[in-house]
């Protein structure tokens, strides 16, 4: 038996996910190598849990060992030092949508997304008020901050607070911290650079977990860009861009940037690709295709998964980010397995 494991787990590795996937349910798909996720996911659904409660559980791990410092507390600090959280989490069968942005002082943001679905008739709740709600369900407040958070905060401010997101202020952005004013019509205008900022600076983790039934749940968690204004909000928390589940279908799950790739709702257009039959490694590449003909050098990815099991990923190739590692735990893999897919 061990010999056979081995042989399919060979098999399954060297699969390259261009080709069609072997399709088996249950699967848990999570974007990057984040690979304890991936394990508590799944042992969520071998203890007998819902496939929310794979995603909440395994996003969730994410949030406790800050995966890449770009999920969960004392990471991505904004302008003005703090860290704050977006999250999400959808059930494909009623097609609920729980989901927390500019979330402070709470660390369990995809918990509290959870809640959102649970004990109110609302999608999305913001920034304070999302924290009250938190501490009303029995979340407690913690400092956000670290050491960690704070170091990369007063490094950002020596660096005269480079790289941000501000353009077409005095004074300028590119050379000086703020506070900016707009500046007056007929000067001239900032060109838009993209280049200035790592392909590192967020890593949403973002997953789809669909039952042995064909049930469909997704969802995301991050801490948002590092060094984004106060009150910016990107596509992790927002149905159809950071994550979309549809048991009638599949799900998606989208990272990277996050002002670029919330415009065109990959997540909800990749899932409409696999209604029509689509394959779903050709159903991320098409998302992909869609946003690079307005922003060629956006940095991001996608995972999708039919509710046959089948997966696969596609991202956009850029200097410094040529390949996507993505985790895949099924039937056919004897543990939560890294798997690569090269950019287009």
Known sequence: ????????????????VGAASPAALPVVINTWAFRTAAETAWRVL?????????????????EIDQ??????????????????????????????????????????????ARKVIEYTKHTLLVGESASLFAVRMGFPYEDLTTQKSLS????????????????????????????????????SREKQTSSQRSVHNHDTIGMVVIGVSGTVASGTSTNGAIHKLPGRVGDSPIAGAGSYADST??????????????????SYQAVEYMRMGT?????????????????????GAIICANT???????????PGFTQFHFMVSNPLLSRPTEQVVDCI
């Open 279 to 299: 394959d779903p490694t050709v159903a991320c590449q098409k998302v992909i295709s869609r946003i690079q003909k307005y922003a060629p050098k956006f940095f």
């Open 249 to 266: 279908a599949g799900g998606a799950a989208a990272t990277g940037d996050g002002d670029i790739m919330m415009r065109f709702l990959p």
């Open 67 to 112: 995966c890449d410092g770009s999920v969960g507390y004392g990471g991505s600090p904004d302008e003005s030092g703090e860290t704050t959280l977006d999250a999400m989490i959808m059930d494909g069968n009623t097609m609920e949508v729980g989901a927390v942005a500019d979330l402070r002082r709470v660390k369990n943001a995809i918990g509290v």
């Open 46 to 62: 071998e203890s007998g849990g819902s496939e929310l409660d794979a995603v909440e559980r395994g996003c969730g791990q994410c």
């Open 1 to 16: 038996r061990q010999g056979f494991m081995a042989a399919l787990f060979l098999l399954a590795v060297l699969t390259p």
């Open 152 to 187: 990369l905060y007063s490094e950002w401010l020596n660096q005269s607070c480079q790289p941000n997101y501000w353009k077409n202020v005095v004074p300028d952005s590119s050379k000086s911290c703020g506070p900016y004013k707009r500046r007056e019509e007929g000067t």
């Open 308 to 318: 046959t099991g089948s997966y696969g990923a596609a991202c956009n190739k850029i």
